[in-house]
């Protein structure tokens, strides 16, 4: 998980999951505030500006014999003062922490 004081404006990530698993998650994440999906995309509404995802599925990261699915995120936030940003991405990343926050 990231240190809060990185949830600037913009920022981006590695995220290791499939496509299909981030869609399935990103609803949950993102509640109780509306989500807007789009190819590669999504817009979340929040407390009257927007956040802004982009993603780009990268090839799996290999470890011996091990493939790991991998993505490259990127988050924009317009019209979200500091402390939503805070309070949206500490139950985000909880949520989409893989084995349990």
Do not use: N
Not at 24 to 52: C, E, M, N, S
């Amino acid at each position: 998980m990231f240190d809060p004081s990185t949830y600037t404006e913009a920022f981006e990530r590695h995220h290791g999951c499939t496509e299909s698993e981030w869609l399935g998650q990103l609803p949950g994440a993102a509640q109780p505030h509306a989500v807007q999906l789009g190819q590669a995309q999504a817009r979340v509404l929040i407390d009257g500006g927007t956040l802004q995802i982009d993603w780009q599925v990268l090839p799996p990261r290999r470890i011996a014999l091990i493939q790991l699915p991998q993505m490259h995120v990127r988050y924009r936030f317009d019209g979200v003062s500091a402390e939503a940003r805070q309070r949206f991405m500490k139950r985000f990343d909880l949520f989409m922490q893989k084995g349990g926050g």
